[in-house]
């Protein structure tokens, strides 16, 4: 090979270098000799940089720090904010004695589920709560673009179809059957079966129009219009419904964590851990009989100025559709991971000339490397990490195909952005538990093990990510001198569709042992 055809092929990976040196002309193969360790130590500070920049060395110790910080937001939040730390009416948690068939609605940040689930109780030898029937429907930018009340609309015909092929009774002369809604959007409760519409994030366009108005009026009016008569019998976020699915089997669970495309948590708390004002205009019997309540965290709107961020996390706030209104999400949730990995490639490509110098056009627009793909990308253990090369060339159209050291760089760089969001989440945990605990008046060294019901695509499904998460909470306990196990993480399957059943359950069983309290006393 001649030096000049040498140096033109080294001129495509490395242009930024090269171009220092001179013309591609003038270029002498010893110059290329020095251009190459060159460039593997630009490589190398780059990878350094990225490292450094996700925190992902700091010790335990380093990240309870972060976590007290967290836990002070959290306490400020409890006393005022309208739109996070919000108290459901749940008050009581599920003895799993509860029982029956309900029909549930569950609403995600990707997907809407229909379900018909049976309760059998705790002690059933079958199932406790079974799944029946489930139709689900993938959420996709079409239907998140959709304004208003097309949306429910949309919504509302799905429920149609659930109920004609499940053969659910839903005559119009007969009582509105009761449905369980799952959401996983901010609300504002007034009742266990209404609440107001706060905004939604997620690349939702439908708040717009209805923000403000009763969610289950919206929901029961797009059903009328399809003459499905039908009733909200009660409303949980999906943070909640997890937190009841699993204390209905488990009576040590007091936490639940969504961690998926979007992330958030509840937690059972005193109702003095809340300001007053957060409870609106409730009924002086519910004050009466509540002495602790579920509340939504909304823990994606933490974090702002306390989680470190970094250049590439900033970029993504400020293209958000609402920078800082989920600052906790935006840096580890899901949806964001993949697109944090494409931002630092992007740039690694155009400072160095890493895989020619650009990422493929495919990968050219925002969120076009989605979090799946950096999965499999992180869970090839292949030699020369073929799996990751054949689903890039055919996901992505690579050309040339990255070789087996461009993966290898490529799947560090998952590795960092999938750790620094275990470290983080771990944190949030962490400050969750502190907070619980020290509301409660607990000794965290005699309180025993806490149980945090785990639902989401990412927490349960991104390859070590839940098993990491464990460690990183065990090594934070263990830091503080309390040991480790004293939080323990548990998967909570189909759980935002199992908790809205047991929440209709329990408010079923509310209102008729009302309704006899009523009539005992006339």
């Known amino acids: 090979m001649s030096t000049k055809s040498l140096s033109t092929e080294i001129m495509l990976v490395l242009p930024s270098y090269l171009h220092s040196l001179g013309s591609s002309a003038s270029l002498k193969r010893s110059d290329v ?3 190459i360790p060159l460039y593997d130590r630009f490589m190398e500070d780059y990878l350094k940089e990225v490292r450094r920049s996700l925190n992902v060395a700091l010790d335990p110790c380093g990240f309870l720090e972060i976590s007290r910080s967290l836990q002070a937001q959290f306490r400020a939040r409890l006393r005022s904010d309208p739109y996070c730390m919000l108290p459901s009416y749940n008050h009581t948690l599920p003895n799993g004695d509860e029982r029956g068939s309900y029909v549930v609605l569950d609403v995600g940040g990707s997907t809407l589920r229909v379900a018909l689930v049976k309760l059998s109780g705790r002690s059933s030898a079958d199932d406790p709560m079974r799944i029946v029937r489930m139709e689900t429907s993938y959420i996709d930018s079409s239907v998140k673009a959709l304004r208003g009340l097309a949306f429910f609309d949309w919504l509302a015909a799905k429920v149609e179809h659930m109920l004609a092929k499940g053969n659910v009774r839903h005559e119009s002369d007969a009582e509105p059957l009761p449905i369980g809604l799952a959401w996983s959007f901010p609300i504002a409760q007034t009742s266990i079966r209404t609440g107001s519409l706060l905004g939604m994030g997620k690349g939702f366009a439908c708040s717009s129009g209805v923000s403000g108005l009763d969610l289950g009026e919206v929901i029961q009016e797009a059903c009328q219009r399809r003459n499905l008569n039908v009733r909200i019998g009660a409303m949980v976020n999906d943070s ?3 937190l009841l699915s699993s204390a209905y089997l488990d009576d040590s669970t007091s936490l639940a964590l969504i961690f998926g495309t979007g992330m958030n948590a509840a937690v059972h708390l005193p109702v003095t851990a809340l300001g007053p004002d957060k409870f609106g205009s409730r009924p002086h019997t519910w004050h009466a009989e509540a002495e602790y309540v579920l509340v939504n965290t909304e823990l994606s709107m933490f974090g702002k100025n306390i989680l470190p961020a970094t250049r590439w996390d900033e970029e993504i706030n400020a293209c958000n559709d609402i920078p800082d209104y989920q600052p906790f999400e935006y840096l580890i949730s899901g949806r964001h991971m993949g697109e944090l990995v494409r931002l630092i490639l992007a740039e690694i490509a155009a400072e160095t000339g ?9 990968l050219s627009t925002p969120y076009s490397l989605c979090t799946e793909t950096i999965a499999t990308i ?18 992505y159209a690579f050309h040339p195909s990255p070789t087996p050291d461009d993966l290898r760089y490529i799947q560090t760089i998952c590795r960092l952005v999938s750790r620094r969001a275990t470290l983080y989440l771990a944190t949030g945990i962490h400050a969750l538990w502190k907070l619980q605990i020290d509301h409660e008046g607990l000794d965290p060294r005699e309180s025993g093990h806490v149980s945090i019901a785990c639902n989401g695509s990412v927490i349960n499904k991104y390859p070590g990510f839940f098993r ?8 934070m306990t263990e830091a503080e001198g309390f040991g480790r196990g004293r939080v323990v993480l548990e998967p909570a399957f189909e759980s935002a569709i199992r908790g809205a059943a047991v929440a209709v359950a329990l408010a079923e069983a509310e209102a008729e042992a009302e309704s006899e309290a009523e ?3 006339s």
Do not use: I, M, W
């Open 354 to 362: 890493f895989l020619g110098g650009s990422l493929p056009t495919s």
């Open 378 to 395: 992180e869970a090839d253990d292949t030699p020369t990490l073929s799996k990751a090369s054949s689903y890039l060339r055919e996901k």
């Open 240 to 242: 909640c419904a997890t």
């Open 519 to 521: 009539e005992g006393s």
């Open 468 to 475: 990491r998460c464990q460690e990183c909470v065990d090594a």
């Open 33 to 35: 000799h020095n251009v």
